[in-house]
T-cell receptor, first 109, second 116 residues
Framework: GQNIDQPTEMTATEGAIVQINCTYQTSGFNGLFWYQQHAGEAPTFLSYNVLDGLEEKGRFSSFLSRSKGYSYLLLKELQMKDSASYLCAVNTGFQKLVFGTGTRLLVSP | DSGVTQTPKHLITATGQRVTLRCSPRSGDLSVYWYQQSLDQGLQFLIQYYNGEERAKGNILERFSAQQFPDLHSELNLSSLELGDSALYFC???????????????FGEGSRLTVL
């Protein structure tokens, strides 16, 4: 089976840093994605990791450890507009993405 | 704008009815995916097509079916609808075909189905 776990909800303050963790156990692995989804809207791509290590893209960074089945998304200098759900997804092969249930992040002033 | 177009955006229907959701992928993308997202649930993979052929199947009910046409647009048919089928249905497309590549999916805005 496929298992992808993320915390259900997190809160943080504007300007702070937050780390959203994701652990996975899947039948195949061809990379891990993070998507952002505002309520009622389409998910939008944030980052992709296929090798171990850190990928940095502006205020967002994503880390992967394949041996531990673990990834995290790091958001710096939080803004109110970052309040959204963050979805961890594993490419299990042939671009079939299996998603976690998502982490709802609430950024407060 | 992701370039993926879904219609209709909203649909209200009754139990037992049948509906068809339509998706046009980004220009050049050969793969189309369908996902279901119920309230407070994650994205559940339903089915994937590549260049007209079924590539992978997820937790798709037997009451649901899909196809991808020669012009690469896709349709998801939902029949004998139940209250629990109320959800957002997302279509996504990608250009990658094999296990290699980023496999980034581009999502449409979704079709919100309400079954009363």
């Amino acid at each position: 089976g496929q298992n992808i776990d993320q915390p259900t909800e997190m809160t943080a303050t504007e300007g702070a840093i937050v780390q959203i963790n994701c652990t996975y156990q899947t039948s195949g692995f061809n990379g891990l994605f993070w998507y952002q989804q505002h309520a009622g809207e389409a998910p939008t791509f944030l980052s992709y990791n296929v090798l171990d290590g850190l990928e940095e893209k502006g205020r967002f960074s994503s880390f992967l450890s394949r041996s531990k089945g673990y990834s995290y998304l790091l958001l710096k200098e939080l803004q109110m507009k970052d309040s959204a759900s963050y979805l961890c997804a594993v490419n299990t092969g042939f671009q079939k993405l299996v998603f976690g249930t998502g982490t709802r992040l609430l950024v407060s002033p | 704008d992701s370039g993926v177009t879904q219609t209709p955006k909203h649909l209200i229907t009754a139990t037992g009815q049948r509906v068809t959701l339509r998706c046009s992928p980004r220009s050049g993308d050969l793969s189309v995916y369908w996902y279901q997202q119920s309230l407070d649930q994650g994205l559940q993979f339903l089915i994937q097509y590549y260049n007209g052929e079924e590539r992978a199947k997820g937790n798709i009910l037997e009451r649901f079916s899909a196809q991808q046409f020669p012009d690469l647009h896709s349709e998801l048919n939902l029949s004998s609808l139940e209250l629990g089928d109320s959800a957002l249905y997302f279509c996504a497309s990608s250009v990658a075909t094999s296990g290699a590549g980023t496999g980034e999916l581009f999502f449409g805005e979704g079709s919100r189905l309400t079954v009363l």
